[in-house]
């Protein structure tokens, strides 16, 4: 019987035919989100830093690129990456802790993360703007 | 589900310290974060001058560069994970791997030059 089962499995799973539920869509969305704060995140803050630390001239400059709406627009994305990857970060940590561990939680604690990542998205968009 | 066909390129009694790391440096980078949102909260700095200044401070650049060694530790776990996931071919991965460590560590020099000079 079981046996049988095992045979009638799939080979190759077809990502683009199944609907993912949200607990994998904010898994996988925090991996990409990752890689895209390693690259091309990490260079680019510091080259940021370095622009704001470096001279009166290079922190001008520094203005003058944040204040073109184009920029603040671009910089939404890795804005909403940085969250979305910080929000699904903590709802791993109390994962570890073996909190909200069983199914309904772990939805309702996706859709939280969901949620948060694009509000404080909105938020610092605000302050940006 | 895991089959080790034939001598694996990864290391003795993995995991562990990885897993630890990742979590430990995620909560100081939050910690880091949390404390700067404060700072800047109550004083926002407007010009450069006031910048500098606030990066003149010997514990805000010892703060700031153990929240970047955070980052490329955490970074290079992550990385390493996910390499491990999707990249099969042993050359390749290695090859990637030995990529991003340099990177971090060119970057781990950067910021040393950013905030002490």
Known sequence: ?129 | MVKQHKLAVTGAHYGLKDWLVQRVSAVLMAIYLILLAGVLFVAAPQDYAAWKSLFSHQWMRIATFVFFICVFWHAWIGMRNILMDYVHPTAIRLTVQIMVITALLFYLVWTAEILWS
């Open chain 1, 1 to 129: 019987m079981e046996a049988k089962l095992h045979n009638k499995r799939p080979k190759h799973l077809n990502l683009f035919k199944i609907r993912q539920p949200l607990p994998a869509v904010v898994s996988i969305l925090h991996r990409i989100s990752g890689v895209l704060l390693f690259f091309p995140g990490i260079p680019l803050m510091l080259c940021g830093l370095q622009m704001m630390l470096g001279s009166q001239q290079s922190f001008e400059a520094l203005q003058d690129y944040l204040r073109s709406p184009m920029v603040k627009l671009m910089l939404l994305s890795p804005l909403w990456f940085f969250f979305h990857h910080l929000c699904a970060g903590i709802r791993h940590l109390f994962l570890d802790l073996h909190i909200g561990v069983a199914l309904p939680q772990a939805r309702a604690s996706s859709k939280l993360v969901f949620a948060a990542g694009l509000i404080l998205t909105t938020l610092a968009g605000l302050m940006l703007w």
